[in-house]
């Protein structure tokens, strides 16, 4: 059975850095495209990254791009999200996702996600 645990979250102010970690077990993850997605209060959850476990290519929302990096550590089996100059605007619950595939997907192929962990960014 996969799990997915997220963690790293918390309260920063606008410019401060953050990472975020998912800790994945249950099964090997050779194939899968683990994923970050947010879901803000009063607004859909959207993508913010995604990295092939095998091949760790790696893809990103326009929003978060050069600012935002994922990746990958298989020998803890964890996926991080490492988030700089953060903004008001990306304050939100923050989602681990897995979906078995290459590629990120749409949110609704990924049968797997974590419980989340609250970003905060004061301005």
């Known amino acids: 059975q996969v799990q997915l645990v997220e963690s790293g979250g918390g309260l920063v102010q606008a410019g401060d850095s953050l990472r975020l970690s998912c800790a994945a077990s249950?099964?090997?993850?050779?194939?899968?495209?683990m994923a970050w997605f947010r879901q803000a209060p009063g607004k859909e959850r959207e993508f913010v990254a995604a990295i092939s476990w095998s091949s760790g290519a790696t893809s990103y929302a326009d929003s978060v791009k050069g600012r935002f990096t994922i990746s990958r550590d298989k020998a803890k089996n964890t996926v991080y999200l490492q988030m700089n100059s953060l903004q008001p605007e990306d304050a939100a619950v923050y989602y681990c996702a897995a979906r078995l595939g290459y590629n990120s997907g749409p949110r609704t192929t990924y049968p797997y996600w974590g419980q989340g962990t609250l970003v905060t960014v004061s301005s």
């Open positions: 249950g099964r090997t993850f050779s194939g899968y495209a």
